[in-house]
């Protein structure tokens, strides 16, 4: 046996494609006085960790397994949110790497007595990284955008994803200069 058949054997099996509606989900959740902030509004933590909820359960979902969140690329509140508003959060995922996924996240509130529209209160981007049960990276199914609006949200996951390293490699890199040149953060 030649070593490239033995590693062919011992490699990963290839993963099937998932289509973004098999992992797409709705959290909905009543607010309350217990999630308002001295504003008398809903604190931004609260509707935080409904979207942490939400897009965890969709990377969960897609993976096939446990998954955490490895950062929020962004979070925007563009209307605040009340007590007695049923907040609904539905995320999907938009783009995959090897092991990791970016989630992305819309946050609509109604009034729960009302019969008016729901109104977009927020938006979201969060990555996550598929996890064994010894928590060490685990492959992802590719993500298989179904429409025009999937796709245009996976070709912008991947501009997020390149700036997010730009970032990173820019930060590292003045850190290293900085230490260099002897100059202590």
Do not use: C
């Amino acid at each position: 046996m030649t070593d490239q058949a033995s590693a062919a054997e011992t490699a990963a099996p290839e993963i099937p494609g998932k289509p973004t509606a098999a992992s797409r989900t709705t959290l909905s959740h009543i607010m309350t006085h217990n999630d308002t902030n001295l504003l008398g509004t809903v604190h931004g933590g609260v509707i935080m960790k409904l979207v942490d909820d939400a897009a965890g359960a969709v990377a969960g979902r897609h993976s096939g397994g446990p998954a955490v969140t490895a950062s929020m690329d962004e979070m925007v509140f563009l209307e605040p949110v009340r007590v007695g508003d049923l907040v609904h959060v539905k995320a999907q995922v938009n783009w995959t790497g090897r092991t990791s996924m970016e989630v992305g996240v819309r946050v609509l509130a109604e009034r729960w007595n009302e019969s008016t529209p729901a109104t977009q209160v927020g938006s979201a981007y969060l990555v996550f990284a598929a996890v064994d049960a010894d928590g060490k990276p685990r492959p992802v199914p590719q993500v298989v955008p179904e429409s025009e609006r999937d796709e245009r949200r996976y070709q912008e996951a991947q501009i997020r994803r390149t700036h997010r390293l730009a970032r990173r490699r820019a930060i590292r890199e003045l850190r290293e200069k900085r230490a260099a040149e002897g100059i202590e953060d």
